[in-house]
């Protein structure tokens, strides 16, 4: 029987592996899914997702997430949640609400700690640090000040044919006090279908929500399209699309499992990824934009991987 | 020239008056949109948006608002915003943002404060009535909490070509605070492209995520389909399907307009709207699900529109 798992970045990997036992074991693919974005959610190095996480320009870490099951579309999404240990299972439980499903700001954070989810104190001082640099060499250099939006996208599949699709971030470096990004928004960070497929985006959320790209690979999936030939002619036409008429398009990149297992990316940046399915153990790849609306993926070296080993744990003056 | 304008429920039609004016006489589409909208959300009467609008459980209006312009897929929005006078406004302005074009909470209220946009205590005395008899029936006769979700969605072309979507909303009335429905996600609530034409939904905003139904509608036109095929063949089709594998389907209804001015709307509720185009004055009208994936559209009758007002100008004990 088919399963597996994939999910945006190099960080997603060690929580891919472990969604995967759980996987090849029966679990289900909601289990997965959560476990998978908690591995990313509690590492304290990843700065973009959870603890660790860089905070908005006030020095504030608000986070988003999502949470969306294929078999019933039931799906729960938070924004600008503050200071609970792990959003994705928030959105989880409010993919069961049948109203109110989809919380922000405040009313977030009340509901989930209502609920009994763990509190927590998400801004290290490392991530504080990060910002009172950034906030100086933005004086200084008269730097652009936002910088920053690897968003854990994961779809997973189980045994019993089931998918899930999910996303956690901290959003946009430096971003305005309240911003929400693609990430909690359905059809653009994440859609999901069990009969079909599902979707997963990460990159610069004001340009993904002008293209509902997520929904628009499950609906290629739909008309037969392998995962990899649905991600190529969704994000690469939209690229092209969004350059013409807005004039630039942001960095993005899109993951895209079917319920065979089969899998696939796009991207217009460079951009690592973790796969695994009933075939082959997981594995983090490598993908560049190619010619002809084609992406070019490759297993990623040993000497990356040490690189960005080194940087993420790289002391902060 | 083609031009027009439809938005939904009968509360628009003094709004799509004032649009087409502008668009004949050759406005463009934002102004016509921000127009229409704003003469809904200045109404104290329409309580479903800005002033006047119901509130939450804790007796706050909070607000919702998105705006997206056609040509460049510009979109902002804002999510929970309070005493603001026209969130379609702030959108707007958004809109023209690179970074940080979606806001929510304290943020977008801080935002539009600080971009001096009006401020205005939004919840009416007539709307504070509704909500405290509310609260009593609630705990008298163990109603649901939840009823109303009557979103302004209206979709404008004009002369030069452009075309724009948008919407404003007060949300789900007695919503949990923070609660974001479908109003201003893209995809979900609007969606617009002027070289096809837009869409934009109103409904239970927790099934309307579910579906993207906006954006299919959209690229329903662009596969050649009228805006009525466009909102017959995605509407129905995603009523059942949620009706299978969610068990039940909300009340939604959906609008469109390509840009030649033609239109479409499909429901599975009572539903009205408001639209003209180049060829006929605006009117209001009444629509129902017909027969195999059909929808039945009347003109509306003086008595409907008379017990309609009647209705929301009763005195409130």
């Known amino acids: 029987m088919n399963y597996g798992t994939i999910a945006t970045w ?11 036992e759980l996987l090849q074991n029966s679990g289900s693919s909601d289990d997965a899914l959560e476990i998978t974005v908690k591995s990313v959610e ?4 990843y700065k973009s997702v959870g603890f660790g996480g860089l905070p908005n320009a006030k020095g504030i870490l608000e986070m988003d997430a999502a949470f969306m099951n294929g078999d019933t579309f039931q799906l729960g999404a938070v924004a600008g949640i503050t200071d609970i240990k792990n959003p994705i299972s928030v959105a989880r439980k409010l993919s069961h609400e049948k109203f109110n499903s989809f919380l922000v700001g405040q009313g977030a954070t009340d509901y989930a700690i209502e609920e009994g989810f763990e509190e927590k104190e998400m801004l290290t001082e490392r991530a504080r640090k990060i910002w009172s640099n950034r906030l100086d060499d933005i004086k200084k250099h008269n730097l652009s000040a936002y910088d920053g939006h690897d968003t ?4 997973t599949l189980d045994k019993q044919g089931s998918m899930t699709a999910g996303t956690s971030s901290s959003g946009l470096f430096m ?5 929400v990004g693609d990430s909690p928004l359905s059809g653009s960070g994440f859609y999901v279908d069990s009969e ?4 997963s985006a990460t990159g610069l959320g004001e340009d993904l929500m002008k293209g509902c790209l997520a929904y628009e690979i499950v609906r290629k999936m739909k008309e037969g399209l392998s995962p990899q030939e649905a991600c190529d002619q969704t994000l690469y036409s939209f690229h092209d699309l969004l350059t013409k008429r807005y004039g630039k398009a942001g960095a993005f990149s899109l993951i895209a499992m079917n319920n065979r297992g089969q899998w696939g990316v796009a991207t217009n940046v460079e ?4 796969v695994g399915n009933q075939e082959k153990e997981p594995a983090i790849f490598i993908a560049n934009m190619g010619n002809n609306h084609s992406t070019i993926i490759e297993p990623i070296s ?8 080194k940087r993420i744990k790289a002391p902060i003056k």
Chains 1, 2 share one sequence.
């Open 10 to 20: 190099r960080m997603a990997h060690d929580g891919v592996i472990k969604a995967n």
């Open 42 to 45: 509690d590492y304290p190095f």
């Open 152 to 155: 854990v996208g994961v779809v």
């Open 175 to 179: 971003k305005r006090p309240g911003r």
């Open 196 to 199: 079909i497929g599902g979707a």
């Open 271 to 274: 951009f690592t990824f973790s």
């Open 302 to 309: 040993q000497e990356w991987l040490d690189a960005y080993e």
